[in-house]
């Protein structure tokens, strides 16, 4: 495990917040994000006014100056946006604690805010709620020109290319993903603050509507809205602070060919965009930086658009060898309690809520103060990560 703190890491996160989730809420995004960002900072015992710094997703429809505007911030001396979505979601924090312990500022909010509910569309912009490719019209450029004419539009139909793949190569079976979705959904049922809040059995899974084979519908991220802040600062800080912090010990990112290009579809290594292959490196970086390894990690929040990229992220960050992530799952390793290293404790994307994956990051914090719903019994060490199919990164923390 990790002894003390490597040197040099002195960001902590100290503040989680987060506003409810739900199929609709009938409030702004700007309106979610602040009430995240201030149940935030009263979670760590500071003012809205401490905070001098900002991270977030590229697509997020929040911009910082409509946050400093609302919130009254008096001045923001760092902001920085990581692409993409879920891919970003452990980059946020990376960025903030690389601005706190540069000396850039003192206090960063990492925030993310989302109304995505089928009925929540509140524009005619791609992310301004609603299913963004429903909205490309008849004219689409870039790399959609060569994949909606053709029927792949959606992230599902993408994923389930790559799922098959998978298949193909390593004998993965479908049942394989099913059985994450039920220990999501089972990790989910005593979360009070899940919207799925029922369990559900591999036949359920095997009945549910097929979305696009072989991904069916409780495979699937839901469609939700809500809003999540955490509040990084420095160690020094912290200990005048309300909650006991939670170290980011390690932070890696990486840029890779993607699923959306499928420029690796056919390579016999690394065709799934994985930071473990075709050099890009971050789990290695990762684990290197906090002089650790997969098996010190006691649970793990992994990015879930779709559970087939479970098995794809305990394979590609070395939690289990190349192609028997499947196997992983159905001997109940990620399940909660039991497993030996419990992934998605609060119900996942498909159980909790999907706020872009960015509802992982309080649940890794929850776990090493030992307030979660469904605590790790010692948890030390939590591992979050970005999908692994977009421009992606990955965190360890540690209390």
């Known amino acids: 495990m990790i002894e003390g703190v490597p040197p040099g890491r002195r960001a902590v996160i100290v503040g989680i917040g987060q506003t409810e989730f739900a199929k609709r809420i009938e409030r702004s995004e700007a309106a979610l994000a602040c009430d995240a960002i201030m149940a935030a900072c009263a979670d760590a015992g500071l003012s809205v006014a401490d905070v001098d710094g900002m991270t977030r997703y590229d697509v997020e429809q929040t911009t910082e100056w409509e946050l400093v505007y609302t919130l009254g911030i008096e001045h923001l001396r760092f902001f920085a946006g990581t692409p993409s979505g879920g891919g970003g979601l452990a980059s946020t924090i990376v960025l903030a604690s690389m601005a706190v312990e540069c000396g850039m500022a003192t206090t960063v909010v990492a925030y993310r805010s989302r109304r995505r509910g089928a009925q929540s569309t509140f524009g005619p912009h791609p992310y301004q709620g609603g299913r963004p490719w ?28 790559i799922a098959r793949r998978h298949m193909h190569v390593y004998g993965t079976r ?30 359920d899974w095997a009945t549910a509507r097929v979305i696009a084979d072989p991904i069916r519908l409780v495979d699937c991220s839901l469609e939700c809205d809500g809003a999540v802040a955490l509040v990084v600062t420095c160690a020094e800080r912290a200990a005048d602070l309300r909650q006991r912090p939670v170290f980011v010990v390690a932070g890696a990112q990486g840029e890779h060919p993607i ?13 799934f965009g994985g930071p473990r292959n075709g050099g890009w490196g971050i789990g290695e970086r990762l684990f290197a930086q906090a002089g650790v390894g997969p098996r010190d990690v006691d649970v793990a929040m992994i990015f879930d658009h779709f559970t087939m990229a479970v098995p794809l992220s305990l394979e590609q960050y070395g939690f289990c060898p190349e192609g028997e992530g499947g196997a992983f799952i159905e001997a109940g390793h990620t399940r909660w309690p039991g497993g030996s290293l419990p992934v998605n ?21 929850r776990q090493l103060r030992g307030t979660a719903a469904n605590q790790v019994e010692g948890a030390e060490v939590a591992f979050v990560n970005g999908s692994i199919t977009d421009s992606s990164g990955a965190v360890l923390l540690h209390r």
């Open 259 to 271: 699923h959306t290009q499928l420029s690796v579809y056919f390579a016999e290594t690394g065709d």
């Open 345 to 365: 404790t609060h119900g996942g994307s498909n159980g909790e809520a999907f706020i872009h994956g960015f509802n992982h990051l309080p649940e890794a914090v």
């Open 134 to 161: 429903a909205k490309k019209g008849s004219s689409v450029s870039g790399p959609a020109q060569y994949h909606h004419p053709f029927g792949l539009a959606s992230p599902a139909q993408e994923m389930a290319l």
């Open 174 to 203: 479908a049942e394989q993903f099913g059985m994450q979705a039920v220990a999501q959904r089972a990790h989910a049922s005593t979360n009070p603050a899940a919207i799925m809040r029922e369990a559900i059995t591999l036949e």
